[in-house]
C-alpha cells in the first residue's frame, strides 16, 4: 500500500524559508518519479517540481530560483526546500507519486501540508 506523508509547513514571513518534507512507503522509491503540487484557495492544484527516478528536478517558472526539490534515498523521503517565500506561495502543498496502470497514470497523494507566506 502507498503512502504518502508530509509535514513542514506553518507560517512564514515574506523573504522566509521553510522545508516540507514528504516520507514514502510501499513504492520502489529509487525508481518512481515524485512530484510536489500546490493549491490555492480558488485554484486549480498545480505542479510545483517534479524529480524522476534520478535527483534531477524539474520546476515550475512561479518557483524556479527560489524552490530545490531533494531526495533521500536511504531515509525514502523527498523534501522541498522553499526559499524567498512570496505570498503567492501560500497554499496547501501534495506530494505525489504515480505508476503505470494499463496506458494511464495512477497517482498517489499525501495529505497535504498548509504553507501560509504574510506580507
Known amino acids: 500500500q502507498v503512502q504518502l506523508v508530509e509535514s513542514g509547513g506553518g507560517l512564514v514571513q515574506a523573504g522566509g524559508s521553510l522545508r516540507l518534507s514528504c516520507a514514502a512507503s510501499g513504492i520502489d522509491f529509487g525508481r518512481n518519479a515524485m512530484d510536489w503540487y500546490r493549491q490555492a484557495p480558488g485554484k486549480q492544484r498545480e505542479l510545483v517540481a517534479t524529480?524522476?527516478?534520478?535527483?534531477?528536478?524539474n520546476y515550475s517558472d512561479a518557483v524556479n530560483g527560489r524552490f530545490t526539490a531533494s531526495k533521500d534515498i536511504a531515509q525514502n523521503t523527498v523534501y522541498l526546500q522553499m526559499n524567498n517565500l512570496e505570498p503567492e506561495d501560500t497554499a496547501v502543498y501534495y506530494c505525489?507519486?504515480?505508476?503505470?496502470?494499463?496506458?494511464?497514470?495512477?497517482?498517489?497523494w499525501g495529505q497535504g501540508t498548509q504553507v501560509t507566506v504574510s506580507s
Open positions: 524529480m524522476s527516478s534520478g535527483i534531477s528536478a
Open positions: 505525489a507519486t504515480w505508476i503505470w496502470a494499463g496506458r494511464s497514470r495512477r497517482y498517489y
